[in-house]
């Protein structure tokens, strides 16, 4: 029983995998219908979606709902990938169909380390006492919050 609980929240925290990556991928498009619109110099990448997410208000709390649904849908390929439970059988097709598997759950898995390590700083600093001021420095400068690059 307890196998079935918790493959039943990974299928939820998988289901709002989807709904997060929809939306990065929603906000990634109208910033580039932005940028293009206003001639923009290059095309925006998730990167920014992400720093556009962080300056919103609840941003960082946008952040961490997120980087959950992404470690969720990561947890979800792992698992179908490890233990077949999309049934894609043990054949050479199978078998590729289920390495592609685990390839985007660790893809998933590292692009949730990512948004984490973007939305901690702004955690840590939004408590500071300066009404979120050097979070808004933080976001707006040219390495970000972290050295990651996606």
């Known amino acids: 029983m307890r196998g079935a609980a918790f493959m039943n929240w ?4 998988a289901r709002l995998g989807y709904i997060s990556v929809g939306a990065v991928y929603m ?18 990448d998730r990167r920014d979606a992400f720093f556009f997410i962080i300056e919103k208000p609840f941003g960082h709390l946008l952040l961490l709902i997120i980087a959950a649904g992404l470690i969720g849908y990561a947890l979800w ?6 233990f077949d439970s999309d049934r894609r059988g043990s054949d050479a097709k199978g078998i590729a169909i289920r390495i592609g598997s685990v390839t985007r759950g660790i893809a998933y898995g590292a ?18 006492r300066d009404g979120g001021r050097q979070a808004r420095s933080i976001i707006r400068s040219d390495d970000g919050p972290s050295a990651s690059r996606d």
């Open 77 to 82: 390929r792992l698992s179908s990938g490890f």
């Open 111 to 128: 692009a949730a380390v990512r948004v984490l390590r973007m939305a901690a700083p702004v955690v840590a600093v939004t408590r500071a």
């Open 27 to 44: 906000i990634i498009g109208g910033i580039t219908a932005a940028a293009a619109l206003h001639g923009g110099q290059r095309t925006p």
């Open 10 to 13: 990974i299928e939820r925290l």
